[in-house]
């Protein structure tokens, strides 16, 4: 799909699973805990976590009883890891495009502020946005309206595109703004499996997308 973009437009992007697999930073995460419990058996307790994980289960409350370890502590240790996550060649390119057409570019994450900012600084993406809206600095989450109006009232600009991957709480806000809002697809790598099973009963994007890759600057 083409956007046009120029100094009057804004596009904005959700982080998790939009910008990079959010799955990557668990796997990240569940491999530094599972290094700190047993170095010598890291790989079977991460399986194990792992797996666990993959069928629901409290991962770390078992952790917590079967080594004794304050289950809030691993809570912590996963929220504030520095997280080995990549963004790639190709979306870093979508973001400069975007920049050398002289739009702004934006960031509307839910989370905790260190976590998130962990995460932008392991992408080595912050410094290219002109602006970034983390929930728990603005008290406030998807779907409220607040972040998408605090960037408003910063561009006051003519043009915004909204990319998220969250058909529950991504475009409410956005629609009734009369953004321009863009769905992505699960890969099948979402850390949360969120495509209601009726669409009707959401807020439809605009537009449908199965990669980043589809969107050209022009």
Request: a positive charge; glycine letters at 2%; hydrophobic letters at 40%.
């Amino acid at each position: 799909m083409d956007i046009k973009v120029d100094c009057n437009t804004v596009v904005v992007f959700d982080l998790d699973d939009t910008l990079y697999n959010e799955l990557d930073f668990l796997i990240s995460a569940y491999r530094e805990i599972s290094i700190y419990i047993d170095k010598s058996k890291y790989k079977k307790i991460f399986a194990l976590m792992f797996s666990l994980f993959r069928n629901n289960k409290d991962v770390f409350e078992y952790l917590s009883t079967k080594y004794s370890i304050e289950k809030e502590f691993l809570l912590a240790m996963y929220r504030q890891h520095n997280p080995d996550i990549k963004v790639t060649p190709e979306i870093l390119n979508l973001l400069q495009q975007i920049k050398n057409s002289s739009g702004k570019l934006a960031l509307l994450s839910d989370g905790r502020s260190s976590t998130q900012r962990n995460k932008l600084d392991a992408l080595n993406i912050k410094n290219i946005f002109d602006y970034i809206s983390i929930s728990e600095e603005i008290k406030a989450i998807k779907p409220s309206l607040r972040g998408f109006q605090l960037i408003e009232d910063k561009f006051n600009a003519k043009h915004y595109y909204y990319i998220g991957d969250n058909l529950y709480k991504d475009f409410k806000a956005p629609k009734k703004l009369k953004w321009k809002t863009i769905f992505l697809i699960d890969n099948g790598k979402n850390i949360h499996y969120n495509v209601p099973l009726n669409l009707e009963k959401i807020k439809e994007p605009d537009y449908y997308i199965f990669s980043l890759n589809e969107i050209n600057i022009i």
